[in-house]
């Protein structure tokens, strides 16, 4: 009984051409997402009030103007299935329903996100979506919710793409453009197949707030910023406008130094990763305000021309990484990975950079670049040696534009 109108939808949609429906909405993170996760900070413990204040939070603190724009709700929220087989929402935590909590959210310009699992249970042990796909994906639209976060728990002996696959489907059909952001852990490369079925798909397991550590829950581990990073290698070129590698939400504000948590966002922001904030927005310190809102670095992520950065030199624990941009600018960030600040003196002239995949490079021996500090504004040109201090687990950060 429970799976006789997902059944039955699934049917009707299979009788339709094929191009009407098999496809994810267009449109979509033209640029990576942006906006804020229940998990991270709060993981079970969420109700209604906790997102209104959150979406009032958004709009008030300019995160809204700066980009932000996606409230999401994760797991936790499920109340049970009603005899069709209907989703409904926990009724103590959100007594007054995901449509109405909806409109709140849309009324103040932002849009609401919620979470599902591919298996039969999520990650919380609450209701996941197999068999249930094209159903709830037609809740989801009557509620108007506008991103979904699709996770990979209770998995065993499901083949993800076909999962993946069929839940794209399901959106599609339930005929609401809903952003999917595919949490399938990088398990099965989803780099190399999802580029026409999730707007992004992660590329590791869940991230935790370190600089360089592994946390390990036994048949899995959670890791550090370094430790995602690395397992970046390789995957740029599968990222651009619309399908994106997403390196997990940002940690930015939960236990990390300030240096940290600069390089943190700006890692994020070079790679192209969404950028999905999981503190409080409600209570926080001004220079997690500072950096969450840094719009010269929140710029880069944004990008229109939405290439990841490449790495073109590293020697022990300095990384020099590149990111072309749009009207032929450029990102230079220099990351220090070490325990002690690096006195840099950087000659422009010692490398040339090239890039195979945006067909860019620049030879700072022919032309002189002026360049900003997008955390300070200090400004400067590459005539001249580049002097600075960067701290321990910290970047220096520009963006170069070429000299008349």
């Known amino acids: 009984m429970k799976r006789t109108a997902n059944l039955i939808l699934a049917a009707s949609i299979a009788a339709a051409p094929a191009a009407a429906w098999a496809q994810k909405f267009d449109g979509l993170a033209a640029t990576p997402q942006m906006g804020w996760n229940s998990w991270n900070k709060f ?25 932000y724009q996606y409230i999401n709700i994760d797991d936790c929220w499920h109340g049970t299935r009603d005899d069709h087989g209907d989703i409904r929402p926990d009724p103590q935590r959100f007594p007054s329903g995901m449509k109405a909590l ?22 919380g042990g609450r209701p ?20 979904l976060k699709y996770d990979w728990c209770e998995s065993k002996g499901i083949n993800a793409v076909g999962a993946y696959t069929t839940m794209r489907d399901a959106i599609r ?8 952001s595919m949490c399938e852990w990088g398990d099965n490369k989803p780099w190399e197949w999802a580029a026409d079925v999730g707007h992004s798909w992660r590329t590791t397991g869940d ?43 940002l940690e930015v504000g939960m236990g990390m130094t300030e240096d940290e948590d600069r390089a943190h966002f700006s890692i994020w922001s070079m790679l192209n990763s969404p950028l999905i904030l999981g503190n409080d927005l409600r209570s926080m310190p001004d220079a997690v305000k500072k950096i969450i809102g840094r719009r010269e670095v929140i710029a880069i992520n944004q990008d229109p021309l939405g290439v990841p950065a490449l790495r073109f030199w590293r020697q022990g624990q300095v990384e020099l990484w590149a990111k072309p941009l749009a009207n032929d600018e450029w990102a230079f960030m220099v990351l220090n990975r070490g325990e002690t600040p690096l006195p840099l003196h950087y000659d422009w002239k010692q490398n040339a ?44 950060l520009l963006r170069l534009k070429k000299g008349a």
């Open 43 to 67: 993981a079970c413990n969420i109700d209604e009030k906790l997102i209104r204040e959150t979406a009032d939070a958004m709009v008030k603190l300019g995160l809204k103007d700066a980009g």
């Open 102 to 123: 909806a409109d709140y959210v849309h009324a103040r310009g932002l849009k609401l996100g919620i979470y599902s699992d591919v298996g039969d249970k999520t990650c």
């Open 128 to 147: 996941g979506s197999r068999g249930h796909e094209y159903q709830d994906a037609k809740t989801y639209a009557a509620w108007g919710i506008d991103y």
């Open 173 to 180: 059909a339930a005929n609401r453009p809903i952003l999917f």
């Open 207 to 249: 991230i935790y707030p370190c600089w360089d550590c592994e946390k390990s829950a036994g048949s899995w581990s959670a890791w550090g910023v370094m430790r995602i990073l690395d397992k970046q290698e390789g995957l740029r070129k599968y990222a651009g406008p619309g399908h994106w590698n997403d390196m997990d939400m």
């Open 353 to 396: 950079i090239a890039d195979d995949l945006s067909k860019r490079d620049v030879d700072f021996k022919q032309a002189t670049w002026h360049w900003t500090d997008a955390w300070t504004g200090k400004t400067g040109d590459t005539s001249r040696r580049l002097d600075a201090t960067v701290p321990a687990h910290g970047v220096v």
